[in-house]
């Protein structure tokens, strides 16, 4: 155990060094929304801004200059510091919060997590009377979160390969565009930058402001849905917003390393992917049920074509994990009890695709593991001489070995126990069973859909609770388990 547990001092260093240079970083993009509220007037904003980037680049030029490189991480090292560095940064990213006096200091660290993971439950009693200036800096987060706190550091990084393959790796992401981790961290950047553009303008043209556009692309694209009013999405009452909400949804939840490969030309490469053949059924499939169950409830009036474009929306929000909405959480609670609710807490779950912005399980791992009870069923059918080719086409033809169904069985089984303790904890609150399956899921799966059960008069060990399941659900549990047996154990050590 002590030799699983054990970090040498060089890589603690080194940890720190990391650390440092990604909270000068965050400081400096906490610079950016003092130009909205320079914009739009919002001057009271500017301070509590200032005064969290001066915190922000002080702490991290101390810890820069303070700790060296001393030693190359392992992937054990590294796996603490991606998990360390999202606590980090979220402690650091409430400050403007809690500064500005709009939240207390728990729930603008509740915000930030929310942002930073892509989930998408807000703290804010009434968004409709939130700042512009707060609303950009809660996009933005999102937006980073999306492409990821350490990929986002990468591209500029000056590090030994060796340090940035391993913190690629730690944070969740273990597929290479090009050869060069740094180069494919930068390849990432470039796509995510030119989906963003594309976003801001369609929604623009849909009939969205500037400002709105800006925002609503950072949080779908992002897959975090964070919005702007109450009534998200469903604000605008219009069909082409909800178009390309969908398109950029689906963009973001679909794996970087296809993306690059359809924008390079090959793009029947999307229609073999594993990832494909198991999103679009799901896709479609619950779309379908959905929509056949609110069509046979009162509340759209028994008009199909409308109940099939609340579905559409809602099932998409869920299947990517973005967490965007055009049915109220009053509504999700009330008119899509029982079958609807149902299907998008099963979706949630099930999540988006790897290497994507989006969170749960992954269509990869559900897609292996249907693929593995075909593979069982032939092996008892043909003739043990018989040779069963047991791969997948992800991006590129892949063998699955033992291994690989071993890591993807004891994934899923450590996901869905973090899903039940946690429905046990939350359910000590409140009663409402099938709400609580709900929100829980959206909560682990990075959702942030919501049935209207997380507000800010919230217990606080709910809210410490969802602020866990985020994080859990961000960083794939794994690094999170080294980074606690880490901690227990030199804590029983000392």
Not at 20 to 28: P, Q, S
Not at 233 to 260: D, K, P, R
Not at 313 to 330: C, D, I, K, P, R
Request: hydrophobic share 50%.
């Amino acid at each position: 155990m002590h030799a699983v547990n054990k970090v040498r001092v060089g890589e603690i260093r080194s940890i720190f060094h990391y650390t440092g240079f990604i909270c000068v970083l965050l400081g400096l993009l906490m610079l950016v929304p003092i130009v909205v509220a320079l914009i739009y007037g919002e001057n009271r904003y500017i301070l509590p801004f200032i005064y969290s980037a001066i915190i922000s680049i002080v702490i991290g030029f101390i810890l820069y200059r303070l700790f060296k490189k001393d030693a190359d991480l392992s992937l054990k090292s590294s796996m603490v510091f991606s998990t360390g560095i999202w606590l980090v940064a979220c402690a650091l990213s409430a400050l403007p919060f809690y500064f500005s006096g709009d939240l207390t200091y728990l729930d603008g660290y509740f915000e930030a997590m929310s942002g930073y993971t892509t989930t998408g439950f807000s703290m804010y009693t009434n968004l409709d009377a939130a700042a512009y200036t707060m609303d950009f800096w809660r996009g933005f987060m999102q937006w980073m979160g999306g492409i990821g706190i350490i990929v986002l550091a990468l591209s500029i990084l000056s590090s030994p390969a060796v340090n940035i393959m391993r913190m690629y790796s730690a944070e969740g992401r273990d597929e290479r565009i090009l050869p060069s981790i740094r180069h494919t961290a930068r390849i990432i950047l470039y796509i995510y930058v030119l989906y963003t553009v594309i976003g801001i303008i369609l929604f623009n043209l849909a009939g969205m402001p500037l400002f709105d556009s800006v925002f609503y692309t950072f949080s779908a694209l992002s897959t975090g849905g964070f919005a702007m009013q109450n009534a998200s999405i469903a604000f605008y009452h219009n069909f082409s917003i909800e178009i390309v909400a969908i398109i950029v949804m689906i963009i973001g939840a679909t794996n970087f390393a296809l993306h690059y490969t359809v924008l390079k030309g090959k793009w029947k490469e999307y229609f073999k992917d594993i990832e494909t053949k198991v999103a679009w059924p799901l896709l479609i499939v619950g779309t379908l049920l959905v929509a056949i169950f609110l069509y046979n409830t009162p509340y759209y009036g028994h008009d199909f074509l409308l109940s099939l474009r609340y579905s559409v929306f809602q099932v998409v929000s869920a299947l990517t994990t973005t967490g965007l909405q055009t049915s109220s959480g009053a509504e999700i609670n009330n008119h899509y009890a029982g079958m609807g609710i149902f299907i998008l807490t099963l979706l949630m779950i099930i999540g988006a695709g790897s290497c994507s912005t989006g969170g749960g399980i992954k269509w990869i791992r559900i897609g292996i593991m249907v693929k593995s009870i075909w593979w069982e069923i032939k092996s008892f059918l043909l003739p043990k001489s018989a040779k069963i080719h047991r791969k997948i086409h992800h991006v590129k033809d892949i063998t699955v070995d033992s291994d690989i169904l071993r890591l993807t069985g004891l994934f899923v089984f450590t996901y869905l126990f973090v899903y039940i303790v946690s429905v046990i904890i939350i359910l000590f609150y409140y009663q409402n069973v099938s709400q609580v399956l709900f929100e829980v899921a959206s909560a682990v799966g990075n959702v942030g859909l919501g049935s209207g059960l997380m507000t800010a008069d919230s217990p606080v060990i709910a809210k410490l609770v969802f602020i866990a399941d985020f994080w859990v659900g961000r960083l794939e549990i794994w690094p999170i388990m080294l980074f606690l047996a880490v901690i227990i154990r030199n804590t029983v050590r000392k």
